[in-house]
């Protein structure tokens, strides 16, 4: 069963960065897309970006277009999602995971914080 943790949370003022970490085992990391998602109390798990197998290709939602960015690494079964210009609206628990298809099980995902 994989196992997915993630990492690189914390609080941020608005406007600033964080680095975001997502380490994935029990499967082999290179033969799935990945991606984030991100949720906040009462709403919906929802996608954000995505990356494909080999990192060239990537994709995201409008409202983190030019301001997020995510790569992997595929030696380090590593997903990561870099964040700048972080915004109060960005504050969420941000969760990786295969795509489309999950994996069928999530990781305790990572807090972000924005204080405006």
């Known amino acids: 069963q994989v196992q997915l943790l993630e990492s690189g949370g914390g609080l941020v003022q608005a406007g600033g960065s964080l680095r975001l970490s997502c380490v994935a085992s029990?499967?082999?990391?290179?033969?799935?897309?990945m991606a984030w998602f991100r949720q906040t109390p009462g709403k919906e798990r929802e996608f954000v970006a995505r990356?494909?197998?080999?990192?060239?290709?990537?994709w995201y939602v409008d409202s983190i277009q030019g301001r997020f960015t995510i790569s992997r690494d595929n030696a380090k079964n590593t997903v990561y999602l870099q964040m700048n210009s972080l915004k109060p609206e960005d504050t969420a628990v941000y969760y990786c995971?295969?795509?489309?298809?999950?994996?069928?099980?999530w990781g305790q995902g990572t807090q972000v914080t924005v204080s405006s």
């Open positions: 995971n295969a795509y489309p298809q999950t994996f069928g099980s």
């Open positions: 029990g499967r082999t990391f290179s033969r799935y897309m």
């Open positions: 990356i494909s197998l080999d990192g060239r290709t990537t």
